[in-house]
């Protein structure tokens, strides 16, 4: 079946430009994840959402970082007013349910703001 | 505050050689240990995890070894191949409602033919 699809795959705005990111996670799959990689690091954990709920968000680095999952499915990570150290690779994860450890990772999108 | 601590940065194996992966972690509350793979341009893919309850798990040319004590877990693949080039992350998670995942900073390995 299809993974986690993610779209954009790339994404080039201009610095003080909005952008919307989106990620289809495995149908079903209850549990979605923002993570953010930088360069050469590890994924940093952004905001986790159990059906449509948000139930944390501590990992966004700022107020320009929002993310919504209004029907429990598609989510949308929005940033604004963009900055050059927003640039990285925003990664979607989805996961069965909350108790379920494995989680399927999208390919990304990769954010470069000039 | 970097809670998974993870070397070598980079590692060079010829074919058939034993990669090793370490990894320190910080926080004891800490209960589940997965390895990620990572391919240029994908996202990562869970090869393997453990829990604190043993202290080692095979799943064919994958090991982790755990010491709790120490606060440390390791990868070793066995007979590498070149198709293992990759980047590899350790990850730490504690269940506080969800399966909240704190990684390590990566370690690229390259096989040699």
């Known amino acids: 079946g299809a993974g986690v699809s993610q779209s954009p795959r790339y994404k080039v705005a201009k610095r003080g430009q909005d952008v919307a990111l989106r990620c289809d996670p495995i149908?079903?799959?209850?549990?979605l994840f923002w993570y953010q990689q930088a360069l050469g690091q590890g994924p940093e954990f952004l905001t986790y959402f159990q059906n449509e709920a948000q139930l944390d968000k501590s990992g966004l680095p700022s107020d320009r970082f929002f993310a919504e999952r209004p029907e429990g499915s598609v989510s949308t990570l929005k940033i604004q007013r963009t900055q050059q150290e927003d640039s990285a690779v925003y990664l979607c994860?989805?996961?069965?349910?909350?108790?379920?450890?494995?989680?399927?990772f999208g390919s990304g999108t990769q954010l470069s703001v000039l | 505050q970097q809670q998974v601590k993870q070397s070598p940065q980079s590692l060079i194996v010829q074919k058939g050689g034993i990669s090793i992966i370490n990894c320190a972690y910080e926080?004891?509350?800490?209960?589940?240990f997965p390895w990620y793979q990572q391919f240029p341009g994908k996202g990562p893919a869970l090869l393997i995890a453990i829990r604190p309850d043993v202290s080692e798990k095979k799943e064919g040319r994958f090991t982790i070894s755990f010491n709790k004590s120490a606060k440390q877990f390791s990868l070793h693949i066995m007979d590498s191949q070149p198709g293992d080039s990759a980047t590899y992350f350790c990850a730490a998670s504690s269940f506080t409602g969800f399966q909240k995942l704190v990684f390590g900073t990566g370690t690229r390995l390259l096989v040699s033919p």
């Open positions: 994860a989805s996961s069965l349910g909350a108790e379920n450890e494995k989680l399927f």
């Open positions: 926080n004891t509350a800490f209960d589940y």
């Open positions: 149908s079903g799959h209850v549990s």
